[in-house]
């Protein structure tokens, strides 16, 4: 039996924030939404990719480079989610690219001709630039202690095309810098005496009940504060949700 292994760990760290206006941006990558696992998170109307943005300096034309936690630098990456297919009432899913739809336009500032005759391959446009316009978003920070901090981080508004070809900043190794900096995803086998079926679809993994419930919470506190960043849950919801959380044993 396999079960999938992730390098990720939990992670503290607050987002981060630069000035508001108007920054180039590099298409690192286009991915669905999705738990660890590979389960789809819906958003309030249905199912949703993210767009992994390289963000540089319009002028300079030089990828911003942040200072994190413990005063490690990194290129600045953002994300930009939007709907990719929406959910109708009888359970089945529709194309989110149409016409006139956000997604639609944000691949034609990609570069994309719209033709209904054929499908959108995301990822020909990976390396694409385009303007960003980057905000200002409130986020609710709980540290590794329990503490909350309310703070802002910076998010993309929108984007729109370049004017012309001299508008772009030149090739550099943004793309090989990014692949290099995700987190690694391999397969671990279990030999079968290390795995104690109590059903046919469910495995007795070991871990004690304490870190089940610190598992549960963490992960619970990490999709409330998603829903938040992307707008699906107000700040004063998500306020209330943490302290009942916080009540939980």
């Known amino acids: 039996m396999e079960l999938p292994v992730s390098s990720k760990t939990a992670t503290f760290e607050k987002k981060p924030r630069i000035e508001k206006g108007y920054y ?9 939404r999705e738990k660890q696992d590979g389960t789809p998170i ?5 199912k949703q990719i993210i767009l992994m943005f390289s963000v540089y300096d ?3 034309k030089k990828q911003i480079v942040i200072v994190k936690e413990q005063n490690v ?3 600045l990456v953002l994300p930009m989610v939007l709907n990719s297919e ?3 009432k009888d359970g089945s899913y529709r194309t989110a690219v149409t016409p006139n739809s956000r997604i639609t336009k944000v691949f034609q500032a990609l570069g994309w001709k719209f033709d209904a005759t054929k499908p959108l391959n995301m990822d020909d446009f990976k390396g694409n630039q385009v303007e960003l316009n980057i905000d200002d978003y409130e ?19 929108d984007l729109s095309a370049l004017e012309e070809e001299g508008d772009k900043a030149p090739p550099n190794n943004a793309q090989e810098k990014y692949e290099k900096s995700k ?5 671990k086998e279990l030999k079968h ?4 079926k109590e059903s046919k679809s469910e495995v007795k993994v070991d871990y004690t009940n304490e870190n089940k419930d610190k598992k549960s919470k963490a992960d619970k506190i990490q999709e409330l504060e998603d829903l938040n960043e992307r707008g699906l849950l107000s700040d004063a919801g998500l306020k209330m949700a943490k302290e009942q959380l916080s009540k939980e044993k």
Not at 139 to 157: F, L, N, W
Not at 193 to 196: A, H, I, M, Q, R
């Open 42 to 46: 819906e958003g309030k109307f249905g």
């Open 58 to 60: 319009k002028s300079a």
């Open 183 to 187: 987190p690694q995803t391999i397969k």
């Open 24 to 32: 180039l941006g590099q298409l690192l990558e286009v991915k669905p």
């Open 86 to 88: 929406y959910k109708d």
């Open 139 to 157: 986020v609710t920070r709980t540290d590794k202690d329990g503490k909350e901090e309310i703070y802002k981080a910076s998010c993309i508004k």
């Open 73 to 75: 630098t990194e290129d």
């Open 193 to 196: 005496k290390e795995v104690k």
